[in-house]
């Protein structure tokens, strides 16, 4: 916390200008990129029969979007994402093949510990993406691709380091790739995809008058916007649905707390994320709970006609907390159950039209 004291805010000095920072001790925003490291990865990649890559933030903030996406075609390689690193390359990618960890698809989960090359590009290894260190991937070599020397073998051991801005070490990796085709092993994580499909998403898997799945609601929710819109999420549940099977087609579309883990994120957010893209469609998508946290912004909306859509998946309970008391505690279920207002009845309080939907997707 940074706290100014009331004088500094109000009273008035003599201003000198800003001297220019040139040096942060311990840090350097541009590594220098030691190209044996790079030639020693591009050699495990060439040789590998089933190699895959999982990537992060750090390829939408290091702006490298396009570069990663010359290094996955040139290598023919399935990737897939971290919740911070959703909407680096489309949806719909050939190369695409979902989220990971312990609330992603199941093909990149269960693949993951039968690849034998493993490329992270700019995430940390998460224990939400891992699980278990001591059993995770333990059949692969590694190669850890990331700015903050700090991330590498923090987690988990890299065979090769690769230390630097991947906006600049991809186009040297991508040049001496070879190309390869790994078709069939792409193919295993179609299968997989088909599979969940079937078993989550295809609402003739649930009767007619059962309530729908969030799954269903997502792909619903994908036919009205095509992709097209920025998807911000509050925490929970909904938030693991929503980065699942939310499509998108444009890079920074997916706004979400992610590690913070921040309850009563998604609303507030929503309203910034509108006016960050006022030609775009915003959609909220927010839990029970979390939208009880800061319902407030309600009147933001009204006062300022922030035009966000608003989709709360109301399950009636703190879902993902409940889901860790069920797994991990025995089923010793403790102050996870939600009584809620009337939302469409809270909403028209604040001049905001609203609609409740029970049972099938039409």
């Known amino acids: 916390m940074i706290d100014i004291t009331k004088n500094a805010q109000i009273q008035q000095f003599e201003f000198l200008g800003y001297e220019k920072c040139t040096h942060v001790r311990s840090y350097r925003p541009k590594p220098i990129v030691r190209k044996e490291y790079i030639e020693q990865a591009a050699d495990l990649i060439n040789k590998a029969e089933k190699p895959f890559v999982i990537f992060g933030q750090g390829v939408i903030l290091g702006e490298a979007e396009k570069e990663f996406s010359a290094f996955i075609e040139k290598g023919n390689l399935p990737a897939a994402w971290t ?123 649930h009767p007619e008058g059962e309530i729908m799945s969030m799954a269903e609601v997502m792909d619903a929710l994908n036919e009205l916007t095509n992709g097209d819109a920025v998807i911000v999420t509050d925490v ?21 707390s992610g590690g913070l883990g921040t309850m009563g994120f998604g609303l507030p957010a929503a309203i910034g994320a509108k006016y960050g893209a006022p030609d775009r469609t915003v959609v909220a998508i927010i839990g029970d709970g979390g939208f009880q946290m800061t319902l407030q912004e309600l009147g933001t909306i009204m006062q300022f006609g922030a035009a966000v859509k608003i989709l709360i998946l109301n399950n009636e309970f703190l879902g993902m907390v409940r889901q860790w008391q069920q797994l991990f505690h025995d089923k010793r279920y403790s102050f996870v159950n939600i009584t809620s207002p009337d939302y469409i009845m809270l909403a028209k309080s604040y001049s905001i039209e609203g609609q409740k939907l029970i049972g099938a997707k039409t």
């Open 236 to 256: 929970g549940q909904h938030q693991m649905v929503a980065c699942r099977y939310a499509k998108f087609n444009k890079t920074r579309s997916n706004v979400t």
């Open 83 to 205: 919740i911070l690193g959703e909407s680096a390359i489309p949806s719909d990618h050939p190369l695409g093949v979902g989220m990971l960890g312990m609330h992603g698809n199941y093909g990149p989960n269960v693949l993951t510990n039968e690849c034998d090359v493993l490329i992270a590009v700019g995430m940390r290894f998460d224990d939400r993406v891992t699980g278990r260190l001591d059993k995770y991937a333990k059949q692969a070599q590694v190669i850890h691709l990331d700015i903050d020397p700090a991330e590498i073998d923090k987690n988990v051991k890299a065979d090769v380091p690769v230390w630097g801005d991947c906006k600049e070490t991809l186009p040297i990796l991508t040049a001496l790739l070879q190309e390869k085709d790994n078709t069939a092993w792409i193919n295993k994580f179609k299968e997989y995809a088909k599979e969940e499909e079937k078993e989550c998403i295809q609402p003739e898997m």
